[in-house]
């Protein structure tokens, strides 16, 4: 079987994962966490991605849905429909993506703030490297 990578999905994942996406988070793998500390740690150094993050954030707070899957749904979806980091473009029209989130106006949002948490882990990785 081979499994496929997605950076999108991997960058969405993490990025629900700083703004505390903790649905299943005791039984995940080890791995999750560490990763959240990470970028913790990382966002501690940089006052533009924790701004990032912060945008990122309050989008997804208000976008939440009432059903843990569904509003986790959602957001795969979306990485599923855009191109590659940095840009996280949509790669269809953005009234054929199936998400709980609206379409037109509401994606874009999404989708900005998406590409700001991007430049936000080039900040993250700056500030770990001292640059």
Known sequence: MLLETSEPLFDLAASLN??????????????????REELNEALAGSAPARDSRDALCTY??????????????????LALYVTQPPELAPTVDETEIATGLDPGGEYSAAGAKLRRGRASARDLDQAQAGV
């Open 18 to 35: 700083v703004c505390d996406y903790d649905t299943d988070l005791e039984d995940s793998s080890p791995v999750r966490m560490e990763i």
């Open 60 to 77: 997804v707070r208000q976008h939440r849905l009432a059903n843990s899957g569904q509003d986790l749904a959602q957001y795969v979806s």
